[in-house]
């Protein structure tokens, strides 16, 4: 069986977000399958989505502290400014971590490890609400 529904997350200030419960909670359809995958796509070019620790927020806050320092704003060689000082290194960030995750699907539930979460990485200062496509396949 296959099911496809669009997600649209609360709007979140720069960082890394724990998003796990929210799209599970937005996704009772998990509940028909007893194994499969999902895959989840942000629709931006400007937010990433990952899987990483789910404990500790120290990790989310070391993320984006580790990609500030390598993509700073204002660089004298970026080209595309317009859309303000956060804009090309959103772009940026979004292809060093990506667009989309996959998860086993397990009696109904996102099959994660324990210590593992769906973090939306939130690039721009203010980036507002963020689409993910949601993809379930299995049975």
């Known amino acids: 069986m296959w099911f496809q529904k669009t997600i649209v997350l609360k709007p979140r200030s720069r960082g890394f977000h724990l998003v796990t419960a929210e799209i599970t909670a937005n996704l009772p359809e998990l509940a028909r399958f007893r194994q499969g995958i999902a895959h989840f796509f942000i629709q931006h070019t400007s937010a990433s989505l990952t899987i990483n620790?789910?404990?500790?927020?120290?990790?989310?806050?070391?993320?984006?502290?580790?990609?500030?320092?390598?993509?700073?704003?204002?660089?004298?060689?970026?080209?595309?400014?317009?859309?303000?000082d956060d804009d090309m290194p959103a772009h940026i960030k979004a292809v060093l971590v990506g667009n989309s995750v996959t998860v086993p699907l397990r009696q109904g539930r996102l099959a994660l490890g324990t210590w593992q979460g769906i973090y939306l990485g939130e690039h721009r200062n203010h980036g507002g609400s963020r689409s993910l496509v949601a993809t379930l396949h299995g049975d």
């Open 53 to 84: 620790e789910n404990a500790d927020a120290d990790v989310r806050s070391d993320l984006e502290a580790y990609l500030l320092a390598q993509v700073p704003e204002r660089a004298p060689y970026y080209r595309h400014t317009l859309e303000g």
